[in-house]
């Protein structure tokens, strides 16, 4: 086998457009989606039920065809690829979703064998990576099981590290943590970051939970019906205001509207940095002697990143003073109403 595995992959779509056959209308299942998925990442693809994710993997995988548009590997349009150079390409993307079951009747290090016994590799060199990948999918102490002894979220990381064996360029995984618990989808989305990491595989994951990119993506795209609504880092999306994939992954802000009226200001702030989230407020409300209510929202991560939506109602002569202070630091802040109680002018 050639080890390609350090090779990192860039994926460039332009212009893809990909219907199928409707009952009345042809469906567009992707709308002239342009991204730039860079080599090595941990891209995720986030969109409701129907939008279009699984219809990019399989685009991306090259096992459909676009109506229009390209798909490049490293700068190679692949729509001209046909026989050996095709299958060469092909060899270099791995997707989760078409792969065959495991075997029930070999182990688990046997079904990460079976992709390098059909490429020849034997011996020492077979068992080294069997071992390095089943390693990376947290599944030492399960090589000798077989599949029906596994979880369910333990046979989906055996299909990952069988996936990867082969040392594909990128790894299509659609929908990798459906129908798992939280801890068991945590799991899964350790393998495909260390993957990413220790093999330097380009991942692109489709899910519809926002969760999951919060956990380990760092380029997101927010599909809609087919079109690219949103995407970019998740971090640099978190400080747009009004993205749709920002309010997904920051801290749910329940209070009801009505319950700013109580200040004389209230606003939303995103804090992105952990020094940010612990000292900025209350430094405001001691500088400018308003009180700082947290009236909702809270803290939580992206990736290492701690981020933090609260919603803040503040009462004082300099409301706006400490507002305007705290987006100065940095911060992203949302006024949204005035309370009734105006400030003094
Ligand atoms: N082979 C097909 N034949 C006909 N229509 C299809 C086919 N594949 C997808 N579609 C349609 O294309 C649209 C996008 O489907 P797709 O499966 O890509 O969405 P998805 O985002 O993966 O959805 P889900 O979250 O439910 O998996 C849908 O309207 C779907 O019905
Ligand atoms: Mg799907």
């Known amino acids: 086998m050639r080890?390609?595995?350090?090779?990192?992959?860039?994926?460039?779509?332009?212009?893809?457009?990909?219907?199928?056959?409707?009952?009345?209308?042809?469906?567009?299942?992707?709308?002239?989606?342009?991204?730039?998925?860079?080599?090595?990442a941990l891209y995720g693809v986030v969109g409701p039920a129907k939008s279009g994710k699984s219809t990019l993997a399989k685009v991306v995988a090259l096992q459909e065809k676009p109506d229009r548009g390209t798909v490049r590997l490293d700068g190679l349009n692949t729509a001209g690829l046909d026989g050996r150079r095709l299958r060469?390409?092909?060899?270099?993307?791995?997707?989760?979703?078409?792969?065959?079951?495991?075997?029930?009747?070999?182990?688990?290090?046997?079904?990460?064998?079976?992709?390098?016994?059909?490429?020849?590799?034997?011996?020492p060199q077979r068992r080294s990576r069997v071992g390095r990948v089943l390693d990376i999918a947290g599944l030492t102490q399960r090589a000798t099981q077989h599949p029906g002894e596994l979880t369910d979220g333990q046979r989906r990381r055996v299909?990952?590290?069988?996936?990867?064996?082969?040392?594909?360029a990128v790894l299509l995984a659609d929908?990798?943590?459906?129908g798992l618990g939280a801890d068991e989808a945590g799991s899964v989305l350790t393998v495909l970051d260390r993957a990413r990491a220790e093999l330097g595989v380009t991942v692109v994951l489709t899910t519809k939970d926002a969760g999951?990119?919060?956990?380990?993506?760092?380029?997101?795209?927010?599909?809609?019906?087919?079109?690219?609504?949103?995407?970019?880092?998740?971090?640099?999306?978190l400080a747009v205001p009004g993205s749709r994939t920002a309010d997904a992954l920051l801290p749910?802000?329940?209070?009801?509207?009505s319950q700013s009226a109580a200040y004389d200001r209230a606003a939303d702030v995103v804090l992105i940095g952990f020094a940010a989230v612990g000292a900025l407020?209350?430094?405001?409300?001691?500088?400018?002697?308003?009180?700082?209510?947290?009236?909702?929202?809270?803290?939580?991560r992206v990736g290492d990143t701690p981020v933090a939506r609260f919603r803040v109602g503040v009462t004082g002569r300099q409301a706006d003073s400490a507002l305007a202070?705290?987006?100065?630091r940095g911060a992203h802040v949302t006024h949204f109403a005035a309370g009734p109680r105006s400030v003094a002018a």
């Open 175 to 178: 929908d990798p943590t459906a």
């Open 252 to 257: 749910a802000i329940d209070t009801p509207r």
């Open 159 to 168: 299909e990952i590290a069988r996936a990867v064996a082969s040392g594909p």
């Open 325 to 328: 202070w705290i987006a100065d």
């Open 88 to 123: 060469e390409v092909r060899r270099q993307v791995a997707a989760l979703d078409t792969a065959p079951a495991l075997y029930a009747e070999r182990t688990v290090a046997g079904n990460v064998a079976a992709p390098l016994e059909q490429l020849g590799v034997d011996g």
């Open 212 to 237: 999951v990119a919060r956990r380990v993506c760092d380029g997101v795209a927010l599909l809609d019906s087919g079109r690219v609504v949103e995407h970019g880092t998740v971090l640099d999306l």
């Open 281 to 300: 407020l209350p430094e405001a409300a001691v500088r400018f002697e308003v009180e700082l209510a947290t009236i909702g929202g809270g803290l939580t």
């Open 3 to 40: 080890a390609r595995s350090m090779e990192l992959s860039l994926i460039t779509l332009e212009n893809l457009t990909k219907s199928f056959p409707g009952k009345s209308s042809p469906v567009l299942a992707l709308r002239e989606v342009n991204l730039e998925i860079g080599a090595g």
